[in-house]
């Protein structure tokens, strides 16, 4: 019995645990990197793919941030989901990321975070809390986007 609600305890506080920063993902030199290498900044984390419409539209505005805020604390991380890096550096190819790439080609960060859609993207404070997330990237919002980061960034 005491087994039993131990193994219920332990599935209920996976269950309810927020996203974090605590994870592992490939950079661009293939090696295994943390993301707690961002904390102390105001963190946008991007789950992305090679073959999300919306995504091409992320990017732009993603570089966007990166050059107006990156001075004042803003990490702008984007983790593609592909298992193909090949299909990844296409992508980049013809749209070019000036911020921060990462890679999850067997998605293991990606399901900590129960993604429902591409791009999915969360804000992280400077603690590291998680604190807005996002479904989909839709260009009217950015705005709306945009003022979630600048304040944040004023904390």
């Not at 005491?2 to 599935?11: A, I, N, P, R, T």
């Not at 030199?29 to 539209?57: I, N």
């Not at 107006?68 to 604390?73: A, N, P, R, S, V």
Request: charged residues 20%; neutral net charge.
């Amino acid at each position: 019995m005491k087994k039993l609600l131990l193994l219920l305890s332990f599935m209920t506080l996976s269950i309810s645990a927020a996203p974090s920063l605590n994870y592992e993902v490939i950079n661009l030199q293939g090696e295994k990197v943390s993301l707690t290498e961002f904390k102390g900044r105001v963190v946008y984390l991007d789950f992305w793919a090679s073959w999300c419409g919306p995504c091409r539209k992320s990017f732009p505005w993603m570089n966007a941030m990166h050059q107006k805020y990156q001075q004042q604390g803003l990490a702008i991380v984007a983790i593609n989901l592909d298992a193909d890096r090949a299909s990844a550096d296409k992508f980049l190819s013809s749209f070019p990321a000036d911020f921060h790439i990462r890679f999850d080609p067997k998605a293991d960060v990606a399901s900590q975070f129960d993604l429902l859609g591409m791009p999915s993207s969360y804000i992280f404070n400077r603690q590291g809390e998680l604190v807005h997330k996002h479904q989909g990237f839709f260009k009217e919002r950015s705005v709306g986007y945009e003022n979630e980061l600048i304040e944040l960034l004023k904390e």
